[in-house]
């Protein structure tokens, strides 16, 4: 029997794949066990896959056709320390930036989509794939691992840079 927190999390990945197919017009489909096949202790995997297969096994979410350097990882939790982000240092958030960039591949677009009770939806991406992009308000965060990202409101994001996303995610 699945968790309740297993579920939250696999009906959020199929929420995110729903918006992006409805937004794109293409499939996007929550990827079998969450990406976890090729993370981690499993990057040796890769160089036994072809690309589709890599494709549909990393990240929590399988793109469309033209979204070939799209890696996401989704997350749905009941709170979150929106309070560390002005003190530089929230672990929880390193937690989930490490785990979408331990799958990830050179020029790949990655993006973390969240979603908290009571308080909306979020992404956070990096900065160097700011180019172009109107992030509107936002707030940024430096990862101790992984770099400069903005943490901003998914809404803003997908309704003000739908082509922009496109091109950096091909």
Avoid at 89 to 99: E, G, P, R, S
Avoid at 102 to 112: P, S
């Amino acid at each position: 029997m699945t968790s309740p927190q297993k579920a939250k999390g696999g009906s959020f990945e199929r929420e995110i794949a729903q918006m992006l197919s409805t937004t794109f017009g293409e499939s996007f489909i929550r990827a079998p066990s969450s990406g976890a096949y090729v993370g981690g202790s499993n990057k040796v995997r890769k160089e036994i896959l072809h690309q589709g297969q890599i494709r549909a096994f990393k990240g929590d979410i399988v793109p469309g056709e033209s979204f070939s350097k799209m890696n996401a990882e989704c997350k749905s939790y009941a709170d979150f320390p929106f309070h560390q982000l002005f003190t530089g240092t929230v672990k929880v958030l390193d937690t989930w930036i490490d785990q979408c960039m331990e799958v990830a591949d050179q020029g790949d677009f990655n993006i973390l989509f969240m979603k908290f009770n009571r308080k909306g939806t979020y992404t956070a991406i990096q900065i160097r794939h700011q180019v172009n992009l109107n992030l509107g308000s936002h707030i940024i965060y430096n990862s101790k691992n992984h770099g400069t990202w903005a943490f901003l409101d998914l809404n803003f994001f997908i309704n003000n840079n739908q082509e922009q996303f496109r091109l950096l995610c091909k």
